[in-house]
């Protein structure tokens, strides 16, 4: 009777093992999220880097490790310097002059503190012809924007763009 106990639990407690590493897989899976900025909009701009604040303190707060990517192209590249980028179609205006330190800190905050990992297209930033010295600190150059989106894609990474 002993052994058909000790059977007993220890059946039960290998399905317990398999169940939660099964649930951490899934979690761990989830946890993976591409965000997309090829807008101008400093209004959008701003929900989107709210979205990521709150999607990183749902994971934190349910013990995840989240992996979350922020990929700027065309458009996006606005909030990515202090340049003014004059005379290209991707110019500051006053919407977002009036903006852009409190955007600054919110990147760098979730650069520095959050770990989320920032890429440009560097295909956009070449043809304005932009240094790379003048794109903020802790933004990665990739070739192609959309390519990296892609790429991270088929490595399970949900993609998020915020409307």
């Given amino acids: 009777m002993f052994r058909t106990i000790t059977k007993l639990f220890t059946a039960f407690g290998l399905s317990l093992l398999m169940a939660f590493s099964i ?27 709210t979205s990521i604040n709150n999607i990183m303190n749902y994971y934190e707060s349910e013990l995840m490790e989240p992996e979350v990517h922020l990929v700027f ?45 920032v890429h440009l297209c560097d295909k956009t930033r070449d043809e304005v012809g932009l240094p790379q010295a003048e794109v903020y600190k802790g933004i990665e150059f990739t070739p192609s924007g959309v390519a990296k989106i892609a790429i991270l894609q088929s490595e399970g990474y949900a993609y998020l763009k915020v409307q």
């Fill in 73 to 117: 192209v065309g458009f996006g590249l606005r909030f990515t310097t202090d340049n003014a980028l004059k005379g290209t179609p991707y110019e500051h205006d006053k919407k977002l002059l009036d903006r852009r330190d409190e955007f600054k800190g919110r990147l760098n905050a979730l650069i520095d503190v959050r770990g989320v990992k």
């Fill in 23 to 49: 649930t951490a897989q899934a979690a761990d899976d989830g946890a993976k999220v591409v965000y997309h900025v090829d807008f101008k909009d400093p209004t959008r701009y701003s929900a989107t880097l």
